[in-house]
């Protein structure tokens, strides 16, 4: 008993099955998570920190050696780079392949004491690289007094907001924070005789919290406790200090005020900082959307108590809004092609019953799919989506195939049985292959190692699952309900072949009767590939299109070394390119170390009076206008991967006066190079610095130390920390100069007292002018120069030999090495991979093809159809003017399995003719015509299936419509193929196996006719 046999004689279980698939597919698609990007961690942690104004020589020996030691003795730590500015460091760590989490965990928690450790630190942050985002909700409260903003964040939003059950956190940028200041009266500290030093330690040393031990022989033995922490400003004030003239409390000696920080908050909302931020965190249980719906509803009740006055409190953006787009677009994208496809099966078979059994398993094959999903633990994202939008053109394809099977033997005028049986038998094999050639161009991509991998292969998988659940309905449901509900009329089971099949035999015969005919088509269509080839160039090219809708994400890429006061003028330059530019509702600038982010909101879209692509490009092209004014070396897209330099050196060493002679050096002998330009190094822009030089011999004379003229210096020149309050802000304590010292004169005027009273400064020190670099680089610890560049008219391979010449020639000291790295090598690897992925791609499905077949040829002839496919999306992608990306990539990808399947099945049956006895060109004609009608069915659902995503508007039509609009053209033009190229090749293979057959015929009588001549003589 066969297994079809098995599943007609058990429908009862059949159906039970298919209930169940409704109920658990019902239940999973509740339970699936849905989300913008599906959660994928990376090997990869990147610890940034900042340290306020700090010089960079004072950030690289204070925080980035510091850390990069920590990180030297970390078990899991594969290398680490690090990149020094003024007051920043930015240290990225790449950890050994599959323990990203748990270093991860390691490295924040070894890092992170070092923020109080560290006097100068602000904060430290370490985040592991990953797709999903810590906070997916954004707000901003602006348009009033920051104290008053302030004060309604930490007191109203932070509790009310993090009691809701589906809020994991929130987190404040912008917050007006307080800090103790305190400056000493110079005056009154002479007249004391007391030293700015002394105090400082006095002050540190009064700020405690202690306990000395138990009194034994007391009642219940209580612990001795000494407690003089500083918990306000008024406890500073009351701090004793011993002095020449007796004891003095410290307010007599020094200013002592709580004050506002003057630290960037590193956010800017149109061009201000008096905004501050809240991001907002979900706990794992609960969707984006369910975490959306929550805070909103507790933010309209904190508005109606009345407690936002003065200010205004508005949302940013809320990643659920665009899921929650995609998620109903798709949605009814399917209802839509579902319909679409039922309707072209009704118009093909004028069968109402046959339109039903194909209405209950798309349904069916769409729930099955959910429920691997949700077994296999993904969610309903971004990538889930495209790879669903990518199954459901394809979903009823099998079903089609084995149902029209079906149909076509029931028209013979077999029993219900029989016509089920070998109607399944006739397609089975074809139906098997089609799904397996489709599967393995997927597989491969499994192989693509690193970031771009791991989203691959979500893609795959869900694809994969999609074209197996429909492949399951289509064996089980399909000949379930064919054998007995799938009934004919009595006109339907005498019906003659309709006119449109007779006309496609007859152009078949003609074909198939002369060579110049099938030769003449073969022509014409190459002929069309390489005209299409010519039109490549037309065709609007981009990266990855824009996901978001009336929303925008930008990266402003920095020059090396810009400080934190040319930052602020930047933002303030992007607001003012902003305010000029149509439909631009707010502008949001977040300071990432090396880059500033800007989030744009536009006027909802029935405000508008542009349509975003438009909006996009205004403000690309007024940002980019930036460059010429500040120091801003490029403005991208974050959706499109802004491309670093092709060429680049790294020169290692200690001293970065050597570094630096030598990256000068590098830099001329890059220049002359053809077709290099844009050299550059990572050292920026050089500052000027006064380095300090002390007259030691002055001050053995005069008995002086030179940690005193540090402390005098300290006192004149920069507010130091000294500590903080013990209060639930732990608000810094620092000591700032009385005066400022804004030239050298002021400095070498300072006075200073030694052992013979009070003298000069200069008596004791020198200045000499020195150049520090904006910015310094580390790899693995050790100092690294990079010297970089950009290549025109010439190609990689070549630049890279010539610069391979001189880096070998290149004459480094003893103590510094030099190597090659950029994004060349990279990009190297990454095409090779793509070109190895792709050939394995093609042999396995040259593979399934030939076991399918088992035929060597007879595949080949299939895949004939695959680079003329490529004809149908130019000339799609021309007439609609959609662009090639990466999303419109992977239509094509999944372009190559879907033509396959069409030409699989006209194959297939010549095969089966061939089989039985028919001659080639009979064979042919007959398989034309009995594969026309499924053919032209499933192209036609699929195109229906697709059509709702061509022409969708919304938050995912950027990235689906494209893509649709790559498999309709490829489709509908490689049916063409299908039935008219495909027949003629095959053809051409025959006659070229028979020409060979007539050669070695010949050369065989050839062979037996000579020696038979010399037995006759």
């Not at 925080?63 to 990069?68: A, F, L, Q």
């Not at 077949?853 to 007439?879: E, K, S, Y």
């Not at 190229?981 to 057959?997: K, Q, T």
Request: glycine share 8%.
């Amino acid at each position: 008993m066969s297994m079809m046999e098995f599943i007609l004689r058990r429908k009862i279980a059949v159906g039970l099955l298919v209930v169940f698939v409704f109920m658990i597919g019902f239940y999973s698609l509740n339970k699936l998570d849905q989300e913008l990007m599906p959660p994928i961690s990376f090997d990869m942690t990147i610890v940034q920190v900042d340290a306020g104004q700090m010089p960079v020589l004072d950030v690289e020996d204070k925080v980035t050696k510091p850390i990069e030691q920590i990180l030297n003795g970390m078990d899991g730590v594969d290398s680490h780079t690090s990149a020094t500015y003024v007051g920043k460091s930015s240290i990225t760590v790449m950890i050994e392949e599959g323990r990203g989490d748990e270093v991860h965990k390691n490295i924040e928690a070894a890092v992170a004491p070092l923020s109080t450790q560290i006097p100068g630190v602000q904060y430290i942050n370490s985040f592991q690289m990953t797709t999903s985002q810590e906070y997916e909700f954004y707000m901003d409260i602006f348009n009033g007094d920051m104290k008053d903003i302030s004060a309604f964040a930490k007191n109203v939003v932070e509790p009310r907001l993090e009691a809701l059950p589906e809020v994991r956190d929130v987190k404040f940028d912008g917050l007006e924070e307080n800090e103790v200041v305190i400056q000493f009266k110079g005056d009154e500290l002479k007249d004391a005789g007391v030293d700015s030093q002394q105090i400082i330690q006095t002050i540190q040393q009064s700020n405690l919290i202690t306990s000395f031990g138990e009194l034994s022989e007391e009642v219940n033995e209580p612990t001795l406790r000494w407690n003089t922490s500083l918990t306000n400003v008024e406890d500073i004030k009351g701090i004793l200090i011993p002095t020449m003239s007796g004891v003095k409390e410290l307010s007599e000696l020094a200013d002592i005020e709580l004050q506002v920080r003057e630290t960037a908050s590193g956010v800017w909302k149109d061009g201000s900082q008096d905004v501050v931020m809240v991001q907002i965190g979900r706990v794992s249980e609960v969707t984006q959307i369910e975490m959306a719906e929550a805070v909103r509803a507790e933010v309209e009740k904190i508005r109606e108590e009345g407690l936002i006055s003065g200010f205004e409190f508005e949302e940013i953006v809320a990643q659920a809004d665009y899921v929650s787009e995609a998620v109903n677009g798709v949605s009814s994208n399917i209802l839509i092609g579902g319909l679409l496809a039922i309707v072209v099966l009704f118009l093909f078979l004028r069968n109402v019953r046959a339109t039903m059994i194909i209405g209950i398993s798309i349904p069916l094959s769409i729930l099955l799919t959910f429920a691997s999903m949700w077994i296999l633990g993904y969610s309903l994202n971004m990538l889930s989506l495209i790879a669903l939008g990518l199954g459901i053109g394809m979903m009823v394809d099998a079903s089609i195939v084995i149902l029209e099977s079906i149909y076509r033997k029931k028209e013979q005028g077999l029993n219900n049985r029989e016509a089920v049986l070998i109607g399944v038998k006739e397609v089975a094999s074809a139906v098997f292959a089609s799904m397996l050639t489709t599967i393995v161009v997927f597989l491969p991509i499994g192989l693509l190692g690193g970031e771009a991998g791991k989203f691959m292969i979500i893609l795959s998988v869900v694809v994969i699952v999609t074209l197996v659940s429909s492949v399951v309905v289509s064996f089980t449901l399909i000949p379930s309900l064919s054998e007995n509900f799938l009934k004919l009329t009595k006109r339907q089971q005498n019906k003659k072949e309709s006119k449109i099949i007779l006309s496609y035999g007859r152009f078949i015969k003609w074909l198939t009767d002369k060579k110049r005919r099938r030769y003449g088509v073969i022509f014409l269509f190459c002929l069309m590939f390489i005209g299409s080839l010519a039109l490549v160039t037309k065709v609007p090219m981009t990266i990855m299109p824009d996901m978001y809708n009336r929303y925008s994400e930008l990266m402003v890429s920095l020059d090396k070394g810009v400080t934190p006061d040319q930052k602020n003028e930047i933002a303030e330059a992007i607001h003012s390119k902003l305010v000029d530019i149509p439909d631009v509702k707010e502008g949001f600038v977040l300071d990432q170390i090396e880059f500033m982010f800007v989030l744009i909101n536009m006027t909802p879209e029935e405000e508008a009076t542009l349509e975003q692509k438009e909006v996009n490009e205004q403000i690309l092209k007024g940002l980019l206008e930036l460059k010429e004014d500040y120091p801003v070396m490029d403005v991208t897209s974050v959706m499109s991967a802004g491309a670093s330099y092709p060429v680049q050196i790294e020169l290692s060493g200690d001293d970065l006066d050597g570094l630096t002679s030598l990256s000068s050096d590098m830099v001329k002998d890059l220049n002359g190079i053809d077709g290099i330009i844009g050299t550059t190094t990572s050292l920026g822009t050089l500052m000027d610095e006064e380095l300090i030089e002390l007259n030691e011999a002055a001050m053995k004379k005069d008995g002086i130390t030179p940690l005193q003229i540090l402390g005098q210096l300290n006192n004149f020149t920069s507010s130091v920390p000294i500590g903080s309050l013990q209060d639930e802000g732990a608000t810094p304590i620092l000591v700032a100069p009385d005066e400022v010292i804004a030239n050298k004169n002021q400095l070498l005027e300072l006075e200073v007292t030694t052992q013979d009273g009070l003298k000069d400064l200069s008596n004791y020190v020198t200045f000499k002018q020195v150049k520090a670099p904006g910015q310094i680089d580390h790899k693995d610890g050790e100092r690294v120069v990079k010297v970089l560049a950009n290549i025109e008219n010439r190609d990689l391979g070549s630049v890279n030999r010539d610069v391979q010449e001189i880096v070998e020639n290149f004459d480094t000291p003893d103590g510094y090495s030099i190597s090659v790295g950029g994004s060349l090598e990279q990009q190297q690897e990454a095409i090779q991979d793509m070109l190895v992925i792709l050939a394995i791609a093609i042999f396995l499905v040259y593979v399934v093809m030939a076991v399918q077949f088992n035929h060597l040829l007879h595949p080949i002839i299939v895949m004939t159809i695959i680079p003329m496919t490529f004809t149908g999306v130019i000339l799609g992608l021309l007439l609609t003017q959609r662009e090639l990306s990466i999303m419109s990539g992977m239509g094509v990808i999944m372009l190559i399995g879907i033509v396959l399947n069409n030409a699989i099945l006209l194959i297939d049956r010549a095969k089966q003719l061939r089989a039985g006895n028919y001659g080639v060109g009979e064979a042919m004609v007959e398989a034309g015509m009995n594969r026309i009608r499924p053919i032209f069915m499933t192209t036609l659902t699929t195109v229906g299936g697709m059509l709702p995503l061509a022409i969708s508007t919304g938050a995912a039509s950027n990235y689906q419509a494209p893509l649709a609009t790559v498999v309709i053209a490829g489709l509908l033009f490689s049916t063409l193929i299908t039935l008219v190229l495909i027949p003629s090749v095959y053809m051409l293979f025959d006659d070229l196996g028979v020409g060979i057959r007539k050669v070695f015929k010949r050369k065989r009588s050839n062979g037996t006719e000579i020696p038979t001549a010399k037995k006759a003589g």
